[in-house]
Structure formats: structure tokens, C-alpha cells
């Protein structure tokens, strides 16, 4: 391809990583062996955090409901492990802050006793509403990360009429490979799961975008779709962030979906393919989610791999399992674009944590920042189109508005313009700041407006009282004139006539 050619063929957005996904993809998965004691944090999904429904020294089993939801947008906690609960109290959260959240702590009795379940053969015979109900109550959410309870999606796919469904098996990130290691080895699982969801939101077709760096996970796909021409796998380039929903979507169907708005409103929903697998064995077999595939990679992991773990398993143990070369210098949940940094590692595992990583001094170094020479490639990488280093300019003086005016809220916080930053400014977390700091200001105001309106409706309520006050003061003094003329009248009246008083 010539270089007129690749100015205006190619896409203009995102950036070319090394990977690092090898030998860690490569190694057949494996699988963990019950923990001692696992964490369940209440809030692993977006929405409400789940309201226990167990008390400390109860006994469960595998797949027992320990904490129902919350609201219209939460999810349900289960068991990962039979055994008792030890107790309900606080644990580490997965973010950089290093806080505690609400969690139930089990003690597994090593035997791994799952509930009675139903089984359903036919999934296609039930109704969609079915459907819904059976993941709800199955606790699946997003397992690409966002955590968006699935069920949620379903109810919105339908009533907006979705035609499309997108399988998102990406996968963009450096070092992760645990969507690849479902795709190759329950390939069934995700194209039946893909299957039921169109079911249940009324989509004609699903389209698998898959990066073309992943050809284990496309054949295998493409054998377990074969029967369903319904189910079209369709490699995609290798480029960060091709696993973004709104890349993805505008890559697979040309449509681009417009900012503060849904991928449901131009008419696709969009899951990722350990999701489809979730969904599956919700409906088919009917266990909830307590296990999902997470990958254990970086420079300073023995035997790097993809790990069938419980949920609420420490990180520690996980690690441990995959042995250690050296002390991490860094540790993170997720990816390295986008993931989240951990203090240690006494952190349970989560429902949307697709990998841990644990890098080496060099892994982990981070250069220091220069200033900004203006060379623009930022603005070429941002796969949103937005201009990182304007907007940089105008946080470092204080001017978030600025900022704001250049679609500020519309940054994916991809990673993408710090990437390619020569000088190495921490441009995501200079974004990350301006978010944050304009979120806080506009709950003030509208914590300010909410008491000024507070007070206006008092003042006008006061005004009021004082008004049918007076007018009751009014009436009744009204009335005791008028009932004082009354009963001069009457008085007068019963007078004898050419009597005086």
C-alpha cells in the first residue's frame, strides 16, 4: 500500500503495542483448586451493591445466593465455594485508593457441593422475558470489564428493537489473553450463549469481531458458528482499542455511535464473548456466575498462563499458583492501558477482572515527563478524535471548562495519547483528574441548586401559610362582626316597640 493510500485508507486512530500476549496464550488452561477462603465483595458490577441475605456461620453451597440485588441496576452475589460463612465485613478494594468495601468472607470445606439445578434443553422455547430473568438472577454481567448487569442490556436491546448483536472477542489490550483461551476452548459456549442473546433481545444476526492476531480463536469460532450462518465471525485489525464498543461497532458495521449516546440507539448491542459463555451456562445449566477465566502474565510470573479461578480468590494465591520469579514491582488488575494499580495483593478477584499482572523493574518503569513539543501524535492516536494536548494545556491552568469545551467527557481513557507522548506526560491521568474535579462541581450545583430550590419552595410555602393565615384572620374577624350585628339586630328586635333603653 502506497503512502496516499495509507493516509486516507487506513483508520487514523489508535496505536500498535507489543503485545506481550505469548507464551501466556499459548499454555493450556489450567484450572485452581478451591481456596482456603474467598472474599466476595458486595459491589462487583455497575449499579447498586448487592444486600446480604446470609449470616456468619451459616452454611452454603456452591452456587447459593448470598447477597441479592439492589435498585433497578444491580446483581446478585453467589457462592464460589461450598462451605461457611465466616464473616460479613470489610475487605480491599480493587482500586488504587486501597479502601475497604463490604464483602462475605467463606471458608470452603474443600468439597465443592454445587445447589440443585434446572437444566434447560431448549432455550430457544422460552420466552425472552425468560431469558432476562434467568441472567439476572444468574448475577452475569460484563466481563470485558464494565460490569453493566447483562440482563439490563436485554431489556434495553429489545424495547429499542436491535437488530445486531456484536460478540466483542477483541481482546486489545497488551499481556491479556483470557476471551482468546474461552474462544478456543469453549467456542460452543460462546456462539450458543451469542445465540440465546439474540433470542432474547430479538437480533437477527451476530456479528464476532475477533483481532486478526488471535487465529487459533478465529478457526476454532468459525467451526462452532459453521451451522449457524446467523453467527458470522469476522476477524478485525489488530489495533488498541479495537475492543472499545464504539471501534468496534463502527469497524464491523460502519456505524458510528454519536457521543452521550448507547450503541443500543443505532441499532446494536454489543457483548463480550466470555459474557455469551456466561449467559450459556446461566440459561443451560443454570449455575451463576462464581468462576471466570482470568490470565496471570508479566515479567515477573514463573509460569505465565490462564487460570479457572473462583471468584473472590486473592490475587496473592492466584500468583502463587503461577509461582513467582522476583518480588512485582507493579501490580494490576486488568491490562496496562486501562487497568486498575493495586497496593498488594490481598485483593479478591472480581467478577470483571480478565487478567493480574505483575511486572518486573523494567515492566514497571515509568519515565519521567517532559513538556509538551506539540508534535500532535496524540491527536492522531485518539481513536475518539479529540485533542488530547489542548486539552492538557488547559487542565495544567486550571481550566477545566476549557477542557470540557474540547469533549473532555467523551475521552474513553483508552491510554492511547499517553502512548504515544514522546515527552511522557500522564495525559490519561491529567484527564482522569479533570473528570473527576468536574463531576465533584457539578454535584455541588446541583446539591446548590437542589437547596436553593429548597429554599425558594420554602419561602413560597411561607408566604402562603402567612396568606391563609391572614385570610383565616380575616374571615373569623368577619364573622364575629357579622355575629355581633346579628345579635344587635336580634336584640333590637326583640325590643318592645316605643321602648327605649
Not at 496505536?15 to 493450556?28: E, F, I, L, N, Q
Not at 430473568?133 to 440482563?151: C, H, N, S
Not at 450503541?263 to 449455575?287: D, I, K, P, Y
Amino acid at each position: 500500500m502506497g503512502l496516499f493510500e495509507r493516509i486516507f485508507k487506513e483508520p487514523r486512530w489508535g496505536v500498535h503495542p507489543d503485545d506481550h500476549k505469548r507464551p501466556a496464550a499459548d499454555v493450556p488452561l489450567r484450572l485452581l483448586p478451591p481456596p482456603a477462603r474467598v472474599y466476595m465483595p458486595l459491589h462487583q458490577h455497575v449499579g447498586g451493591a448487592a444486600r446480604p441475605v446470609v449470616l456468619a456461620g451459616q452454611k452454603v453451597l456452591k452456587g447459593q445466593l448470598l447477597a441479592e440485588p439492589q435498585g433497578n441496576i444491580s446483581a446478585p452475589i453467589h457462592a464460589p465455594v461450598s462451605g461457611t460463612v465466616a464473616a460479613i465485613g470489610e475487605v480491599t478494594a480493587p482500586h488504587p485508593s486501597g479502601l475497604g468495601f463490604a464483602a462475605i468472607t467463606l471458608d470452603s470445606d474443600f468439597e465443592d457441593r454445587w445447589i440443585d439445578t434446572a437444566r434447560v434443553a431448549d432455550p430457544f422455547s422460552l420466552d425472552p422475558a425468560e431469558i432476562v430473568r434467568l441472567t439476572a438472577a444468574a448475577g452475569v454481567v460484563g466481563l470485558g470489564g464494565a460490569t453493566f448487569p447483562a440482563a439490563v442490556k436485554f431489556v434495553l436491546g429489545k424495547r429499542l428493537a436491535v437488530k445486531s448483536l456484536i460478540v466483542n472477542g477483541g481482546e486489545c489490550e497488551p499481556y491479556l489473553s483470557s476471551d482468546d483461551r474461552i474462544m478456543r476452548d469453549h467456542a460452543g459456549q460462546v456462539v450458543d450463549g451469542a445465540r440465546i442473546v439474540m433470542h432474547a433481545i430479538g437480533a437477527i444476526e451476530a456479528l464476532v469481531g475477533i483481532e486478526d492476531n488471535k487465529p487459533e480463536a478465529i478457526a476454532a469460532m468459525r467451526i462452532a458458528a459453521a451451522p449457524f450462518p446467523e453467527v458470522k465471525i469476522m476477524p478485525v485489525p489488530a489495533r488498541y482499542p479495537m475492543g472499545s464498543d464504539k471501534q468496534l461497532i463502527q469497524t464491523l458495521t460502519g456505524k458510528e455511535v454519536p457521543a452521550d449516546a448507547r450503541a443500543a440507539e443505532v441499532g446494536v448491542l454489543v457483548h463480550n464473548v466470555s459474557t455469551c459463555a456466561a449467559v450459556h451456562t446461566a440459561v443451560r445449566l443454570g449455575r451463576p456466575l462464581v468462576e471466570r477465566i482470568v490470565t496471570i502474565n508479566g515479567g515477573a510470573v514463573a509460569k505465565p498462563g490462564n487460570i479457572f479461578a473462583p471468584l473472590g480468590t486473592l490475587v496473592e494465591e492466584l500468583l502463587a499458583f503461577c509461582g513467582l520469579k522476583e518480588t512485582p514491582s507493579r501490580l494490576i488488575l486488568g491490562g496496562p492501558m486501562m487497568g486498575t494499580p493495586l497496593l498488594h495483593g490481598r485483593i479478591p478477584l472480581v467478577k470483571g477482572a480478565s487478567g493480574i499482572l505483575a511486572f518486573d523493574a523494567g515492566e514497571a518503569l515509568v519515565p519521567a515527563a517532559g513538556p509538551c513539543i506539540r508534535c500532535g501524535g496524540c491527536t492522531r492516536a485518539c481513536p475518539m478524535g479529540l485533542l488530547p494536548l489542548e486539552m492538557a494545556a488547559r487542565i495544567r491552568t486550571g481550566d477545566l471548562d476549557g477542557a470540557a469545551g474540547f469533549h473532555l467527557t467523551d475521552c474513553i481513557a483508552c491510554g492511547c495519547c499517553a502512548y504515544v507522548c514522546p515527552a511522557h506526560i500522564p495525559l490519561v491521568q491529567y484527564f482522569s483528574h479533570a473528570k473527576g474535579e468536574l463531576s465533584a462541581r457539578q454535584r455541588a450545583r446541583l446539591r446548590s441548586d437542589a437547596a436553593k430550590r429548597l429554599a425558594e419552595a420554602r419561602i413560597v410555602r411561607l408566604e402562603r401559610e402567612a396568606k391563609e393565615k391572614a385570610e383565616v384572620a380575616a374571615r373569623r374577624k368577619a364573622e364575629r362582626k357579622a355575629a355581633k350585628a346579628a345579635a344587635a339586630a336580634a336584640a333590637a328586635a326583640a325590643q318592645p316597640e316605643g321602648e327605649t333603653v
